[in-house]
């Protein structure tokens, strides 16, 4: 029974009027200074007429490889505004995965971070793609040719006073979502989505409200960041605290007690991490009332000992890039710790058995869902999208249990994909680096669970004849090449991996002798 955005609709826009009335209000506050939501008005209709004044067209791309700070929120919203499409792409890649990107997406313009550039520059000089403008975000001095200050942009350029016709099924904006194999897939969100999201679970089941001052452990780029510290805080008028630093516990810590966040958003690795730290603060130290969880299942005795420590609930769900954010869920006031509680409503939830049927309680199954925020398809990718956006369906990879009080239990991924500290990381791709080592015959990578019940990496390594090498040096390797998350935190040197007759590589047989 919720007003459906039908016809013409600009999330932007949307936000921009919810929030008219709130000039003078802080929306954002970073390391550099804090932006009001007049402020955060006016430099979205001033950045989407820059983008306009650069040549960028309506629905062409802009790639958006920004750390968390106020200029990625204007900056989102501006390409919107101006129904142009921002990709929002994680920071911590390689050059050769923006190579990628930028072809995939074929952004006609980046906005990028200053540390970021040397990445993105990489990336340009592999060759076969032009941007016509790079903002850059936070430079100091002069540019090359071909490159603006993100800043100097917006001040130059004329408000846009009106936000482009864009309508409510109209593609949004991207996330890059990974796969066990093959590239990262360019997941194409509507301008209504990010508003069903936070309809249904910002503001629904969570209850957020103006007064809240929400931080956000998972970044923007991260469709879990994206909600809990644009869309949801914005469709309240609440104040949100960006960091652009990975979310340590000491930097997470900070900004609780300089900032009195009231929710906080984070990860199970996250909060394991902050439990066993010395630098804990007491609860009087802390604003919070709210905490949120997802990209992991999260342990029974982390929520527990959480809870216990500072009296506040952690709302564990899980969500994905393509439903854009959480769709089954704990809920503030009925937590069950183990599980992921029940399905957010205004989402449908079935588990099918392998013959495509529900199953029973109690019976593994695929995890399907079924709601109004799921993305539109994978560009470029008709086989991935056929496979996973199946009609009102979408399939999310997820193996669950639902259990007689109907609540869901996490029973693994479908496929071989691993997810470390809320991250996507596929074995074949850290395989297939490590192989590159010259000392290196062969490899298998799995998920290895760590005291805490959470999945850290294992790669197994089979040495070539008479070479030497340390699992040191080889995490050195991995790191040096891939996304530094993706290395392995374990690594064992064996001298033979346990195959099949035709030669392929057991892993679950590794995965039973981890488990012994
Ligand atoms: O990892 C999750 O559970 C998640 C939650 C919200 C949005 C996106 C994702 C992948």
Not at 3 to 24: C, K, S, W
Not at 29 to 56: H, N, P
Not at 126 to 154: M, N, W, Y
Not at 248 to 271: C, E, L
Request: glycine share 8%; hydrophobic share 40%; with cysteine.
């Amino acid at each position: 029974n919720l007003p459906a955005p039908e016809g013409r609709f600009n999330f932007a826009q949307h936000l921009l009027d919810i929030n008219q009335q709130r000039a003078e209000k802080t929306a954002y506050i970073d390391d550099q200074g804090t932006l009001t939501y007049g402020e955060l008005a006016a430099r979205i209709q001033r950045m989407a007429s820059a983008l306009v004044k650069a040549g960028i067209r309506r629905e062409e791309r802009v790639l958006l490889l920004v750390q968390d700070c106020n200029d990625w929120p204007l900056a989102f919203l501006g390409a919107l505004y101006a129904g142009i499409v921002p990709v929002a792409v994680n920071t911590l890649l390689t050059a050769h995965d923006y190579h990628y990107m930028l072809s995939d997406s074929r952004a006609t313009a980046a906005i990028v971070s200053e540390a970021l550039r040397p990445s993105l520059e990489a990336a340009l000089a592999k060759g076969d793609h032009d941007l016509k403008t790079i903002f850059v975000s936070r430079a100091q001095g002069e540019l090359p040719a071909g490159s603006v200050h993100l800043d100097t942009a917006i001040q130059t350029a004329e408000p846009m006073a009106q936000a482009a016709n864009t309508r409510a099924d109209d593609p949004g904006f991207w996330l890059y979502s990974s796969g066990s194999t093959g590239n990262p897939k360019g997941t194409v969100h509507t301008q209504a989505n990010p508003y069903w999201t936070a309809e249904l679970y910002g503001k629904r089941l969570l209850g957020i409200t103006e007064q809240d001052i929400c931080f956000s452990a998972a970044k923007l780029f991260f469709a879990y960041g994206l909600g809990n510290a644009l869309s949801f805080p914005l469709s309240v008028g609440a104040t949100v605290v960006l960091m652009p630093e990975r979310p340590t516990p000491d930097a997470v810590f900070k900004r609780w007690i300089d900032h009195q966040p009231t929710i906080f958003f984070g990860a199970p690795t996250g909060f394991a991490g902050m439990l066993a730290s010395a630098k804990l603060p007491k609860k009087a130290e802390v604003a919070l009332r709210l905490a949120s969880s997802a990209g992991e299942a999260l342990p029974a005795d982390i929520g527990e000992r959480f809870t216990q420590h500072f009296g506040v609930e952690i709302i564990d769900g899980i969500g994905s890039t393509e439903m854009l954010h959480i769709f089954l869920s704990n809920q503030p006031g009925k937590v069950r710790y183990g599980t992921t509680g029940w399905p957010v409503p205004g989402y449908a939830i079935e588990l099918r058995g392998e013959d495509g049927l529900p199953v029973a309680d109690g019976e593994t199954g695929d995890l399907y869902i079924q709601g109004p925020s799921a993305a539109l398809m994978y560009w470029n990718n008709r086989t991935k999208s056929r496979e996973t956006f199946q009609g009102a369906w979408t399939k999310s990879g997820d193996k669950y249990v639902r259990n007689a009080d109907g609540t869901y239990t996490y029973a693994g991924r479908s496929d071989d994909m691993l997810k470390v500290s809320g991250i996507y990381v596929s074995p074949f791709e850290v395989e297939a680096t490590l192989v590159q080592h010259p000392a290196v015959l062969e490899a298998a990578v799995i998920g290895k669970q760590d005291a805490e019940g959470l999945t850290k990496t294992k790669a197994f390594v089979v040495l070539k004849d008479g070479a030497e090498l340390t699992a040191e040096e080889l995490k050195a390797f991995v790191k040096e090449r891939l996304a530094p998350y993706k290395y392995p935190r374990f690594i064992e040197f064996v001298t033979e991996l346990p195959k099949t007759a035709t030669g392929k590589i057991q892993r679950f047989k590794l995965r039973q002798k981890e488990a012994e």
